[in-house]
């Protein structure tokens, strides 16, 4: 059975990073696109950025140019590296893999950007 561990959440000032993790464990295809999606308070899920297998990139418009999504070379683990952060980034953060029929999410890990 795969599993989902986020980290890295937290409180940051604007302008301030964090970064993301979210590691898979288990018996993991081969092929696979995990990414990250957000829900604020009162709004729906939306995606952040995702990443497939073969390391092609998709990324929302809201965070272009300040977030990115990286993996590391074992396709375990992905991260998402945030930059010059705003007040509304803040929301629920959740990782989530998809690999064949499987479509499983992670706990979800809050960030909070504040003064």
């Known amino acids: 059975q795969v599993q989902l561990a986020e980290s890295g959440g937290g409180l940051v000032q604007p302008g301030g990073s964090l970064r993301l993790s979210c590691a898979a464990s288990?018996?993991?295809?081969?092929?696979?696109?995990m990414g990250w999606y957000r829900q604020a308070v009162g709004k729906q899920r939306e995606l952040v950025a995702t990443?497939?297998?073969?390391?092609?990139?998709n990324y929302a418009d809201s965070v272009k140019g300040r977030f990115t999504i990286s993996r590391d070379n074992a396709r375990i683990t992905v991260y998402l590296q945030m930059n010059s952060l705003k007040p509304e980034d803040t929301a629920v953060y959740y990782c989530?893999?998809?690999?064949?029929?499987?479509?499983?999410w992670g706990k979800g890990t809050l960030v909070t950007v504040s003064s």
């Open positions: 989530n893999r998809r690999a064949g029929a499987m479509d499983l």
């Open positions: 288990g018996r993991l295809n081969s092929v696979w696109t």
């Open positions: 990443i497939r297998s073969d390391g092609s990139t």
